[in-house]
């Protein structure tokens, strides 16, 4: 339906650097490159304004300094990431994964979609007319409402059976599971999900758009779903995009 299936006009190489204190520890984080400078300047100061957490015109010795710690602070952020997911004439897509650390680390990805004629990073309002975004958001609460549903289930079916019953280490892990979920379920039906709080990133013909996960970290070793995931098929959304972005999908 749209030209997707061109040669890319970007060019992403890797900036790598070792971790000062921690050798053989290093960071790696993409730089975009293209013939407009000016738009290229503006997606690598954005990446790095938000994933890194440092304004570019105001770093000293290095883009990751802000993340990488000092000897009193361990690192904010270890083992980053990229992946180009979609390089086209007119759109860029990546990810940038890490594991972020405070009283604890845990690993986690952003994502991130460039218009590469204005170097302006799209959001999903950008996407979706008023229609589409309450279709996609009435499809996902449906959908994370009945998965989490059927597993509950699951895990009622598990507490009956007796082999689970007369380990009470399972028996708590399968009780801790039904109590988060139940309440992750009642949440979900009493509150209205937000767009703009919902990750996502776009394909050559797919929109795949991301919910957050029942789980806090301490009960995430009881989480089996994880984040929940959805997939809109370009030909079954085209009607629901705004003008704006029908004209980056058609050049």
């Given amino acids: ?35 407009n400078r000016s738009v290229a300047g503006g997606i690598n100061h954005d990446l790095i304004r938000d994933f890194l957490d440092i304004e570019p015109t105001k770093v000293k010795k290095s883009i990751f300094e802000n993340v990488w710690g000092d000897k009193d602070n361990i690192s904010r952020l270890e083992g980053i990431e990229y992946k180009v997911i979609l390089n086209s004439p007119r759109l860029l897509c990546l990810s940038l994964s890490a594991d972020g650390c405070g009283a604890y680390c845990e690993y986690f990805t952003n994502y991130y979609s460039y218009d590469l004629k204005t170097g302006i990073r799209i959001k999903l309002a950008d996407i979706l007319t008023s229609d589409g975004q309450k279709f996609v958001l009435d499809s996902m609460k449906a959908g994370k409402n009945a998965e989490i549903t059927n597993h509950i289930a699951l895990i009622r079916d598990s507490l009956k059976s ?21 309440y992750c379920l009642q949440n979900s039906r009493e509150y209205e999900p937000q767009l703009e709080y919902m990750k996502f990133y776009i394909t050559e013909d797919e929109l795949h758009v991301i919910s957050e996960r029942c789980s806090s970290h301490a009960l995430r070793a009881v989480d089996e779903l994880d984040e929940f995931r959805f997939v809109f098929e370009w030909k079954r959304m085209e009607r629901f995009f705004t003008p704006e972005f029908r004209r980056i999908l058609t050049h």
């Fill in 1 to 35: 339906m749209f030209p997707l299936h061109c040669l890319a006009q970007v060019t992403v190489k890797e900036l790598k650097e070792e971790h000062p204190r921690n050798k053989g520890s290093y960071y790696s984080f993409p730089r975009i490159i293209l013939e």
């Fill in 162 to 182: 007796e082999r689970i019953l007369s380990n009470a280490e399972d028996k708590e892990w399968f009780e801790q599971a039904q109590e988060m979920y139940d």
